[in-house]
């Protein structure tokens, strides 16, 4: 139990153009869901929390308008990357915590963004 | 001063070998202490979670933490090259969006 499927793995875009990214906790419910955003060799930054039914919280220095979160349901959540750039191009992964004693927090398997 | 101190590697050791990971913080808030293993490409995936100071063991997984030292180990026995991976501390203190990440060792088992 406990699976985050994110979708898709990867994804080539033109600049200038929005990618959506999918996160669905698949057997459990979400009211939380998390992003964050990891560039090579290096740890994961925490982007924002997705909250369902409200607004995305954001961490500083993270653009609101450009990542836009929508959680509309208890499995779903989206990161839209809009008008993306190359410095865009990253590894994003979401994660939810379907029970923190039993599974911690579970992660979903990323999304690798290029920006060409 | 970063929250955690990860070393981040790379560490190479031979299968079979013992592999001794770790991680320290700073700030005594932290209450929930976690091992990831990551694939290149991959999510994290959780090894361990622990709340308490002492060892916690699963497999060829052990988990310790000092708290009075603010020192977290994870030891790998009888290491294999499927254990090539990054690994991840993560703590958390009490309340909401306090998990806070180290930034991971990279290793590398060799047959």
């Known amino acids: 139990g406990a699976v985050v499927s994110q979708h898709p793995s990867w994804v080539i875009c033109k600049s200038g153009t929005s990618v959506k990214i999918e996160c669905r906790s698949l057997?459990?419910?979400?009211?939380?869901m998390f992003w964050y955003r990891q560039f090579p060799k290096q740890s994961l930054m925490l982007m924002a929390t997705s909250n369902e039914g409200s607004k995305a919280t954001y961490e500083q220095g993270v653009e609101k308008d450009k990542f836009l979160i929508n959680h509309a349901s208890l499995t779903l959540s989206t990161l839209t990357v809009t008008s993306a750039h190359p410095e865009d191009s990253s590894f994003y992964i979401c994660s939810a915590e379907p029970d923190r004693l039993v599974y911690g927090y579970t992660f979903g398997s990323g999304t690798r963004l290029t920006v060409v | 001063q970063k929250e955690v101190e990860q070393d981040p590697g790379p560490l190479s050791v031979p299968e079979g070998a013992i592999v001794s990971l770790n991680c320290t913080y700073s700030?005594?808030?932290?209450?929930?202490f976690m091992w990831y293993r990551q694939y290149s490409r991959k999510g994290p995936e959780l090894l361990m979670y622990?709340?308490?100071?002492g060892n916690k063991e699963d497999g060829r997984f052990t988990a310790q933490v000092d708290k009075s030292s603010k020192y977290i180990s994870l030891f790998i026995r009888d290491s294999q090259p499927s254990d090539s991976a990054t690994y991840l501390c993560?703590?958390?203190?009490?309340?909401?969006?306090?998990?806070?990440f180290g930034t991971g060792t990279r290793l590398t088992v060799i047959p």
């Open positions: 057997d459990f419910q979400a009211t939380t």
């Open positions: 622990t709340y308490s100071s």
């Open positions: 993560a703590l958390e203190g009490t309340g909401a969006n306090n998990l806070f």
């Open positions: 700030n005594s808030a932290f209450q929930y």
